[in-house]
């Protein structure tokens, strides 16, 4: 754990950001898991995956790192082995979100979208978006995750079109959770939907006002202890990621709660 600190030893904005993300990811898991999809905990877990896609494509190194495909490999074998009574197309599909960032990386690794005019932009956006929701069906967050990633780097470097390409990929990922998490779940009664849907759009609000105003900068942090938590979570997300999400759903597996949604 000697490389903790390769990013240096202060927390910076990315760490902030990804203490976010692993916190509201960890809300959804626990909704997830332990109760029975409840509304609430699934709608405050929507700021997670934004936020992981926005700093893949923010921090302009993608590098390849092979443990990100043997995660991917361990989270396989757990979700195959965990959701036995489920069809083997169920128990594979939508593959899981570290392959779609290992995907993102080899992309954006060979191209580059700010090279491109608007009217390229736009294009290419206008692809994505199309292809959103079949994509979205087989891996996890489909081609919005890269244009997540894309918009982030277009922000990087003070593209014109960035705000208008970041800004359309929160609303169309806002209409897709609107509609399946919301409207079309069977286990959200017509009776809460006055008030999952404001909190669905605070959400996603919030999301984009971090990312139209997002500037990596470091941050002196007080208490050491606050600082080296925060600097492990982060730094340590991908494990974190991989070893909760593993350990709830064999817990899940095994206890097969029965908590009525709230």
């Known amino acids: 754990m000697r490389d903790v600190y390769r990013y240096g030893t202060e927390v910076n904005s990315h760490d902030l950001m990804k203490v976010l993300a692993i916190a509201t990811m960890v809300v959804d898991h626990v909704g997830v898991h332990f109760t029975d999809e409840n509304v609430w905990l699934r709608v405050v877990g929507r700021m997670a995956a934004p936020l992981f896609f ?26 195959y082995v965990t959701r036995a009574g489920e069809s083997t197309v169920d128990r594979i599909l939508p593959l899981n979100i570290l392959l779609s960032f290992a995907l993102i990386k080899l992309l954006l690794n060979r191209f580059d979208a700010t090279r491109l005019t608007s009217e390229g932009l736009i294009i290419v956006l206008s692809t994505m978006m199309v292809f959103s929701l079949p994509t979205y069906l087989l891996i996890e967050y489909g081609t919005l995750g890269l244009c997540y990633a894309i918009g982030a780097r277009l922000l990087s470097k003070r593209r014109k079109f960035a705000k208008l ?88 597996y095994v206890w097969h709660p029965t908590i009525l949604l709230w």
């Open 165 to 252: 390409w970041i800004s359309a990929t929160v609303g169309v990922h806002f209409v897709f959770e609107l509609t399946f998490l919301l409207i079309l779940n069977e286990k959200v009664s017509t009776q809460l939907l006055p008030f999952a849907i404001p909190l669905l759009a605070l959400v996603f609000a919030v999301n984009l006002i971090i990312f139209l105003n997002y500037n990596f900068r470091a941050f002196k942090i007080g208490p050491k202890y606050l600082r080296t938590l925060l600097i492990y979570v982060s730094r340590y997300s991908l494990e974190v990621y991989v070893f909760h999400l593993s350990a709830f759903m064999i817990v899940h």
């Open 54 to 79: 926005f700093l893949v494509g923010y921090s302009g190194s993608y590098r390849f790192k092979p443990k990100l495909l043997y995660y991917w490999l361990v989270l396989v074998v757990v979700i």
